[in-house]
């Protein structure tokens, strides 16, 4: 029993030995999407994202309260002046102006006679029937009874109008850009029910900080691009600055007249907008924001240096001028020419030796994909 007890240990005393003699398997360096770095003049600039909205605008709604009945259009219907757009049970309005009608009839009859009463009095008083003070008091009847007659009248036509106002009906042309309200809804009196986005002229609602309004007031002329056409430069005008910032985000709504707005330009696309910057017109590094991370406080990006087929990073602190919604600028750093790393920074560690792919290459093969 001894025996086989020792015989067992000295076997897996054996096997330890080999397996610590073993050569480790070589691992394959990692792949990392790269970038080369170059000028990019064409996005020069201080960038602003936003909506583009219409210059005028008019929340619709009923003058009158009610429920209602009907709604004959909904967002991104496009209207002419006059058309339905929704209605009011009118049940109530129509009982209300034939009261009016009726009180207009009574004190049309009270008038009538009043008026026949001062007749016969002034043939009695021209007889020496009666005295002149009974004719005055007929007189006065009279006056008051036509007095009642045109308040009638007035509320005949004020409730006449309270039944027309049960009909929504667009003033202008434009488009449906908001329904607040549906059919069985009650609604009070000047709630909004839609928002009708007037024709004509286009304009971008962009939020821009306190720091650069100033500059922006200077400008006068700026740049806008289509989120759908970037390569189509259009002419903008600061038409409107807020005259206070936003409570929650601290930045002034600018809104921004496009002065030849193409048909292609619609309601709720994104649009850049571009303030002139002379320093970034020369051209500006731009990078994706992939690409730049936090090192110990600072911003930084991996730069990668050739070795033969595969590269080194090596940690570059950076200056960053601008982070915009297509890339980070960087004022300071790097150079053109040098490539970065443009995706997985955090994971790559400075001297290990890495397969680079280039991001074109990269983007291309999905595409095809």
């Given at each position: 029993?001894?025996?086989?007890?020792?015989?067992?240990?000295?076997?897996?005393?054996?096997?330890?030995?080999?397996?610590?003699?073993?050569?480790?398997?070589?691992?394959?360096p990692r792949p990392v999407v790269v970038q080369k770095l170059a000028l990019s003049p064409v996005v020069a600039?201080?960038?602003?994202?936003?909506?583009?909205?219409?210059?005028?605008?008019?929340?619709?709604?009923?003058?009158?309260?009610?429920?209602?009945?009907?709604?004959?259009?909904?967002?991104?219907?496009?209207?002419?002046?006059g058309q339905l757009l929704a209605r009011l049970d009118p049940s109530d309005a129509g009982l209300a102006a034939?009261?009016?009608?009726?009180?207009?009839?009574?004190?049309?009859?009270?008038?009538?006679?009043?008026?026949?009463?001062?007749?016969?009095?002034?043939?009695?008083?021209?007889?020496?029937?009666?005295?002149?003070?009974?004719?005055?008091?007929?007189?006065?009847?009279?006056?008051?009874?036509?007095?009642?007659?045109?308040?009638?009248?007035?509320?005949?036509?004020?409730?006449?109008?309270?039944?027309?106002?049960?009909?929504?009906?667009?003033?202008?042309?434009?488009?449906?850009?908001?329904?607040?309200?549906?059919?069985?809804?009650?609604?009070?009196?000047?709630?909004?029910?839609?928002?009708?986005?007037?024709?004509?002229e286009r304009e971008v609602l962009i939020a821009v900080p306190e720091r650069r309004i100033a500059a922006l007031?200077?400008?006068?002329?700026?740049?806008?691009?289509?989120?759908?056409?970037?390569?189509?430069?259009?002419?903008?005008?600061?038409?409107?600055?807020?005259?206070?910032?936003?409570?929650?985000?601290?930045?002034?709504?600018?809104?921004?007249?496009?002065?030849?707005?193409?048909?292609?330009?619609?309601?709720?696309?994104?649009?850049?907008?571009?303030?002139?910057?002379?320093?970034?017109?020369?051209?500006?590094?731009?990078?994706?924001?992939?690409?730049?991370?936090?090192?110990?406080?600072?911003?930084?990006?991996?730069?990668?240096?050739?070795?033969?087929?595969?590269?080194?990073?090596?940690?570059?602190?950076?200056?960053?001028?601008?982070?915009?919604?297509?890339?980070?600028?960087?004022?300071?750093?790097?150079?053109?020419?040098?490539?970065?790393?443009?995706?997985?920074?955090?994971?790559?560690?400075?001297?290990?030796?890495?397969?680079?792919?280039?991001?074109?290459?990269?983007?291309?093969?999905?595409?095809?994909?």
């Open positions: 029993m001894m025996n086989r007890t020792l015989m067992a240990g000295a076997l897996a005393v054996a096997l330890l030995s080999a397996c610590s003699n073993s050569q480790p398997v070589a691992e394959l600039g201080a960038l602003y994202s936003g909506e583009v909205r219409a210059r005028y605008e008019s929340d619709l709604a009923f003058r009158i309260g009610g429920k209602i009945v009907e709604r004959q259009v909904d967002v991104g219907a496009v209207v002419k002046p034939e009261a009016a009608r009726a009180q207009l009839a009574a004190a049309q009859n009270e008038l009538a006679f009043a008026k026949a009463e001062m007749t016969r009095y002034q043939d009695l008083v021209a007889r020496g029937f009666v005295s002149r003070s009974v004719l005055e008091a007929k007189e006065t009847t009279f006056k008051s009874a036509a007095a009642r007659v045109e308040q009638a009248r007035a509320q005949a036509t004020v409730a006449g109008n309270q039944a027309g106002y049960t009909r929504l009906v667009a003033d202008q042309p434009g488009v449906i850009t908001a329904v607040a309200a549906e059919v069985g809804q009650v609604v009070k009196e000047s709630a909004m029910v839609m928002k009708l986005a007037r024709e004509g007031r200077k400008a006068g002329q700026v740049e806008v691009r289509m989120l759908n056409e970037p390569e189509t430069a259009l002419q903008g005008r600061v038409r409107e600055i807020a005259p206070s910032a936003d409570a929650a985000t601290r930045t002034y709504a600018v809104r921004v007249s496009i002065v030849d707005a193409t048909p292609s330009v619609q309601l709720g696309m994104t649009a850049n907008v571009i303030l002139p910057d002379a320093a970034a017109a020369a051209g500006a590094l731009l990078v994706p924001s992939t690409a730049v991370f936090e090192h110990q406080g600072a911003s930084a990006v991996w730069v990668m240096v050739a070795e033969g087929e595969l590269v080194k990073p090596v940690l570059r602190p950076v200056s960053v001028r601008q982070y915009r919604e297509d890339g980070v600028v960087i004022a300071a750093g790097v150079e053109p020419g040098e490539t970065i790393a443009v995706a997985g920074a955090h994971r790559i560690v400075a001297g290990q030796l890495l397969r680079p792919v280039p991001r074109a290459v990269l983007a291309g093969v999905r595409a095809g994909g």
